[in-house]
């Protein structure tokens, strides 16, 4: 009630409690997705580039309080790389406080009693979401605007509820540089017989495809920026990073992982990933999205990709999107339709896949819908164990430490 309740107005000497969606937010300065870009992101044949997204984000900064955007270093070849914060206004307003209960939560093992409570009663819990690492895995990044302006927007429902509990992070591409290789590429042959086809290139400037393998050693300034956001300056709780996989399979992973697991990572981070997965997978499901698997092909053993995040106590999840050709629609025939590796021995209906997606077009628009409903879930979930979540981080840091004193 106290999150749901908020305002006390006195009229006329009677105190009246007002809940906190009749306030609505003041849009008269937001502009749509549509108006800024001329286009809705996620249409078919067309790809925001850097600029234009980062354009975007900054607008609404600009014009509303739920937002805040922060230059957090440099790419390969120099361009701005941003975390941008997304809650309610209060949550905003208190940003700093909030870090500052995030990492003494992390590193104190010391904390306890009242001071522990306090922290776990005004606390918040801190989601950040890595998108689009690789750069032809397009949609990610191109569902942000949509997300972003819903945030904006919303004046009443579910969306103020999970903000009043949660500050959402994101990085809005892992790497810029490769995003405008891909999208400039992809114009230049919009509307070709190459229309849609594989850049003839590296999109990192360094290490291509493998900067998903880079988190063991740091070589590159786009994956220093990231680790030392979530192990040196938020210590978010949650984070997701959000990739795409092929067209011919499942149309989307979400945890729980399949084995091995990293056998020395503390078991109570592999069951929060399960409860994120398991809402995952009911929310996209009861939204009617098809296609969605779980404990299939994707392990979580080897660590050297972003997900060394978990090494630094975080819950860490994956989410991996079938692909279309870039922004360019594909037809799958039912007969195309196949899985292989771990967990699916074919593609029927399963435990790891309740509902298969049974084949047809399948576009940009469809991946773009898919992440925005699995963000709604991401968000509900940590909205609903925000406190579960808060404590369990420090009762993390007490087990580590004590691990590493023995």
Wanted: glycine share 8%; with cysteine.
């Amino acid at each position: 009630m106290r999150k749901i309740i908020r305002w006390l107005l006195v009229l006329g000497g009677v105190a009246v409690l007002v809940p906190s969606t009749a306030f609505a937010a003041d849009v008269s300065g937001v502009s749509s997705p549509q108006e800024f870009f001329g286009f809705q992101p996620g249409s078919d044949r067309q790809l925001l580039d850097y600029e234009q997204l980062t354009g975007y984000l900054d607008h609404l900064a600009e014009v509303s309080p739920r937002v805040v955007m922060r230059e957090v270093g440099r790419s390969a070849l120099d361009r701005p790389m941003y975390v941008v914060f997304f809650s309610t206004e209060e949550n905003i307003a208190r940003l700093d406080d909030l870090r500052e209960n995030n990492r003494r939560l992390a590193l104190d093992p010391e904390l306890s009693g009242g001071a522990l409570d306090a922290i776990i009663r005004d606390g918040k819990v801190f989601l950040m979401a890595m998108l689009s690492m690789h750069s032809t895995e397009v949609a990610p990044a191109q569902a942000l605007p949509l997300l972003a302006h819903e945030i904006v927007t919303a004046d009443e429902g579910a969306m103020l509820g999970w903000l009043d509990e949660v500050v959402l992070m994101v990085v809005p591409t892992h790497n810029p540089d490769g995003m405008d290789m891909v999208e400039e590429h992809y114009r230049k042959y919009l509307g070709t017989p190459d229309e849609g086809s594989s850049l003839p290139g590296l999109y990192h400037h360094y290490v291509g495809h493998d900067n998903n393998r880079d988190y063991i050693s740091l070589t590159q300034p786009e994956s220093r920026v990231i680790n030392r956001l979530y192990s040196l300056d938020w210590f978010p709780q949650v984070i997701v990073d959000k990739h795409q996989m092929g067209r011919t399979g499942p149309r989307y992973f979400v945890p729980e992982y399949h084995d091995p697991i990293a056998e020395n990572i503390d078991e109570r981070l592999w069951y929060w990933s399960d409860v994120f997965g398991s809402n995952l997978a009911n929310d996209m499901g009861a939204a009617g999205l098809s296609g969605v698997a779980s404990h299939w092909v994707f392990d979580e053993y080897w660590p050297g990709a972003s997900s060394t995040s978990h090494w630094k106590g975080a819950i860490t999840l994956l989410t991996e999107a079938a692909s279309c050709r870039l922004a360019s629609p594909v037809y799958v025939e039912p007969t195309e339709l196949r899985v292989s590796g771990k967990g699916l021995a074919e593609y029927k209906k399963s435990v790891n896949m309740p509902a298969p997606w049974p084949g047809g077009w399948w576009h940009l628009g469809d991946i773009v819908r898919y992440e925005l409903t699995s963000m709604h879930s991401l968000l509900k979930t940590a909205a609903r164990h925000r406190q579960d979540l808060l404590r369990f981080r420090n009762e993390l840091c007490r087990t580590e430490v004590e691990a590493g004193r023995s």
